[in-house]
């Protein structure tokens, strides 16, 4: 590919080591006659072809950022240690391949004007729709980028001037906690023409009775109420097992409902009616706060609408689910709410369960204080 033919017979590091830059490292060895691939450049990552920052061989070519989220922040942190400005090119992936910009003398990649500029600014949630919304519209067309309301990898500034540039602001409101990223300044910052879309926060703590994430867990109240009420562990284990514990999952189910429907009362994507009217029928929630992709196709379909767009999803692009938290689906939550989805066959919802228990009332008992916050 002509495309790639600047690489050819070069010396290459590829950032950051993920899945997506082994895929890069395997597209290039089909299309190049030939090129030298030095390693991975990672600080965070451990394996034999992963080079720390500091340890680079100098005598190198170029260096390929593959990020659809961080490269900025990838680029600043390279600036630092020293690497050549001429040797960086951000890479993206696109239907009918990749492209790649170079990065230019403020520190920012060569963008096309023409472009219309969507930032999806929130928490993980806008995260799978700024990667849908790229998998749906034409990369020619639309720059899509996400940055996130709870992490440190782009700095406040990075992210207001960002949203200053955008043509189009999926977002979701945060309140003042968030200061400089709270909804009054973010709304101060955008363009007069800049078209915003706004979407609630989606939650819901009683789906299912148990969840731990490693930071939180969903029915913690529940347990150590029964703890309190001097329950022993294994009599709570035993009970769980025999679905005979109520997590009032319907009083929390419509608690979290009534927020979301507060919400949006303010935001111009409506999510509460189609839950409600689908969740026995589908599973709409991998976890509490992570839906699936049912409701990632709602909320496209009602952002095209809102945009006067046609977005063609491809409904068997899916992203995967979450996987890194602990959620088992008992007897109790499908009679509860009765189920009807073809969900997955938890065959060890109660092994997963008494593990959450476990982790819960050992917790307790060593610090005396809940996991979760709110209790």
């Known amino acids: 590919m002509k495309l790639l033919s600047k690489f050819n017979n070069k010396k290459i590091y590829i950032t950051p080591y993920s899945d997506n830059s082994k895929w890069l490292k395997i597209y290039l060895e089909f299309y190049l ?42 680029y600043s942190n390279l600036i630092v240690a020293g690497i050549k400005n001429k040797s960086l090119f951000n890479i993206k992936k696109t239907l009918n391949g990749i492209a790649y910009n170079a990065f230019n003398e403020k520190k920012i990649p060569y963008e096309n004007t023409l472009r219309k500029k969507i930032i999806c600014f929130g928490n993980c949630q806008l995260h799978h729709i700024a990667k849908r919304l790229s998998d749906s519209l034409s990369y020619h067309i639309y720059d899509i980028m996400y940055y996130s309301n709870y992490d440190n990898y782009y700095s406040k500034t990075l992210i207001l001037q960002a949203i200053s540039n955008a043509d189009i602001l999926i977002y979701q409101p945060f309140d003042d906690q968030y200061k400089e990223l709270r909804e009054a300044n973010i709304n101060q910052h955008t363009k007069s023409t800049c078209k915003l879309i706004s979407l609630p926060i989606i939650h819901n703590n009683g789906v299912y009775s148990l969840e731990y994430n490693g930071l939180l867990a969903v029915g913690e109240d529940t347990i150590l109420k029964l703890l309190q009420n001097g329950k022993t562990k294994t009599e709570i284990i035993h009970a769980y097992k025999n679905n005979k514990i109520d997590f009032n999952l319907k009083e929390k189910f419509s608690k979290s409902m009534q927020i979301m429907k507060w919400q949006e009362q303010y935001t111009d994507i409506k999510l509460t009616n189609f839950i409600e009217k689908n969740y026995t029928k589908y599973k709409l929630f991998a976890n509490s706060g992570h839906p699936t992709n049912k409701v990632f196709f709602e909320i496209v379909k009602q952002i ?18 979450v996987q890194s938290t602990l959620t088992p689906i008992s007897p109790h939550d499908i009679q509860t709410h009765k189920y009807t989805f073809n969900y997955y066959q938890d065959t060890q919802w109660d092994m997963v369960g008494k593990t959450i228990i476990e982790i819960i009332i050992n917790n307790f008992k060593l610090t005396g204080k809940p996991l979760s916050k709110n209790i």
């Not at 450049?41 to 394996?47: F, G, P, Q, S």
């Not at 095209?304 to 689910?321: D, T």
Request: hydrophobic share 35%; charged share 25%.
């Open 304 to 321: 095209g609408k809102i945009l006067s767009v046609h977005i063609i999803q491809r409904k068997n692009n899916y992203i995967q689910e």
């Open 33 to 74: 006659k030939k090129f030298i691939f030095l390693g991975y450049l990672d600080d965070t990552k451990k394996d034999k072809s992963v080079i720390a920052v500091n340890n680079i061989n100098k005598d190198y070519d170029y260096i390929l950022i593959f990020s659809e989220n961080y490269y900025l922040n990838i």
